[in-house]
């Protein structure tokens, strides 16, 4: 089995779909990390050099309920057409005779960027109507999304089986990339995993277990462990239904031999705000009307020491409140030390998410890390040998 790429056609005058990923961070309608859209750009170029029309489809945030200005794709046109330095049109809808003009009229060697898949239900849903309507609009579709690879949704798998299809050249530089450093990777292998989508990761992290031989937890994520332990974590970020999973993955971990590292001590707040009051507490000394929003020193040093054992760190999710400083420190710090460590050729270092990426990159780490991953989920569950949908479409 192969990876179908671009090699495999002649796009010229061709409509060709590109699932791409413009689900970039934003503050206030501004795109504060534009790691994905620079990502994107080999692809829409190629593209448009082989005399194609690109048009792109992306979904963005988790609309529940149609429509909804904030996560339209709109507001990423301007930061995506100066990157790419072409112009950008946009289509108010990813389908229909909106979508249909709007690739009708498009120039040649200009881009057209479709609004959000996920604003259909049939996008998260597979529905064969919705991936058809999508693939009315092509001729070709590329799929240069591994970030989303994981989700078998419309514009990702369902899609793939009605037109010709390939990967994109993010798409096949990720899985080359990945597999290069992560195959057979050097032991110890440490996994860092923090941030706030905890329920979705709680249960990648049971299957990291096995492959993995230690797991720094911090973030969001390690609120739930500590609540598991029966410490009082106040008002912290926490999904109390999951302590059981918890449990059972801190039991799991012994039985395979998978060190677990919590955090020791914590950086507590009243006020989820740029420099609110902070202390410095011991991890199970949360004041019941106060938050964790970093890990504390000693857990950084504790981190550290670990690090130094590693020989392989693959990391996902921000150990604190990274976008509201002091809580970028853990996060900045131990940043800062795996990129030292993969300099001095002691580690290889591999990071990915949407918010770990822009965390890596405020701090400056990540262009010295081996390896930047857009994808955060699908890298997790790459690594824990799946198949991800999105990408054995893609195989033949
Ligand atoms: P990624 O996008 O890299 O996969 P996530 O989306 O899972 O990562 O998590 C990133 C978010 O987690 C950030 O917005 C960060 O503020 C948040 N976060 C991390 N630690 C905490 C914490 N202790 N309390 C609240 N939010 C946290
Ligand atoms: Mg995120």
Same mark, same amino acid.
């Given at each position: ?14 409509? /060709?779909?590109? +699932? ?10 501004? /795109?504060?990390?534009?790691? +994905? ?11 448009? @050099?082989?005399?194609?029309? !690109? ?13 909804? &200005?904030?996560? *339209? ?10 990157? &790419? ?30 609004? #959000?898949? +996920? ?33 078998? $949704? ?22 080359? +990339?990945? @597999? ?5 990777? @050097? ?19 049971? $299957? ?22 029966? $410490? #009082? ?6 999904? $109390? ?6 449990? *059972?993955? &801190? ?15 914590? /950086?507590?707040?009243? @006020?989820?705000?740029?420099? =609110? ?6 991890? #199970? ?9 970093? /890990? ?5 040093? &504790? ?21 509201? !400083? ?36 405020? *701090?400056? =780490? ?31």
């Amino acid at each position: 089995m192969r990876l179908r790429t671009l090699d495999d056609f002649d796009l010229k005058d061709k409509n /060709v779909l590109i +699932r791409v990923d413009m689900n970039v961070p934003m503050l206030n309608g501004q /795109v504060t990390d534009s790691t +994905r859209l620079t990502r994107a750009v080999p692809t829409i170029l190629e593209v448009l @050099e082989k005399g194609g029309k !690109p048009i792109l489809l992306s979904h963005f945030g988790r609309p529940t309920r149609g429509f909804d &200005l904030t996560m *339209s794709t709109q507001q990423a046109v301007i930061a995506l057409s100066n990157r &790419l330095k072409k112009r950008v049109h946009f289509a108010t809808s990813c389908i229909g005779e909106t979508a249909q003009l709007a690739v009708d009229t498009l120039p040649k060697g200009d881009v057209l960027l479709l609004e #959000n898949t +996920r604003f259909h239900q049939g996008e998260k849903k597979n529905e064969p109507r919705f991936a058809a309507e999508l693939a009315k609009l092509g001729d070709i579709f590329v799929s240069d999304t591994f970030s989303t690879a994981h989700r078998a $949704h419309a514009s990702v798998e369902g899609i793939a089986h009605l037109l010709p299809s390939c990967a994109g050249r993010l798409m096949e530089e990720e899985i080359y +990339r990945l @597999e290069a450093v992560l195959s057979t990777p @050097e032991r110890p292998v440490l996994a860092v995993v923090g941030g706030a989508k905890v329920s979705s990761k709680l249960m990648l992290l049971e $299957h990291l277990i096995g492959p993995m031989d230690k797991i720094v937890i911090g973030g969001g994520m390690a609120n739930t462990f500590l609540a598991a332990q029966g $410490h #009082n974590i106040g008002q912290s970020l926490c999904e $109390h239904d999951m302590q059981d999973t918890a449990r *059972s993955i &801190l039991e799991n971990a012994k039985v395979m031999n998978c060190e677990i590292i919590l955090p020791v001590d914590i /950086v507590a707040a009243k @006020e989820f705000s740029a420099n =609110s009051e902070h202390e410095i507490l011991p991890a #199970n000394k949360c004041p019941a009307d106060a938050m964790i929003l970093d /890990v504390g020193p000693k857990t950084i040093t &504790l981190i550290k020491k670990h690090l130094d054992e590693a020989k392989t760190v693959i990391w996902n999710g921000p150990l604190g409140a990274f976008e509201i !400083p002091p809580y970028n420190i853990a996060t900045n710090e131990a940043a800062a030390h795996v990129a030292f460590l993969t300099e001095t050729g002691k580690v290889l270092s591999v990071a990915g998410g949407g918010d770990t990426v822009a965390a890596l990159n405020g *701090s400056g =780490s990540a262009k010295r890390f081996t390896y930047i991953s857009t994808a955060g989920g699908a890298f997790l569950e790459w690594l824990e040998g799946k198949t991800l949908p999105g990408v054995a479409v893609l195989m033949s």
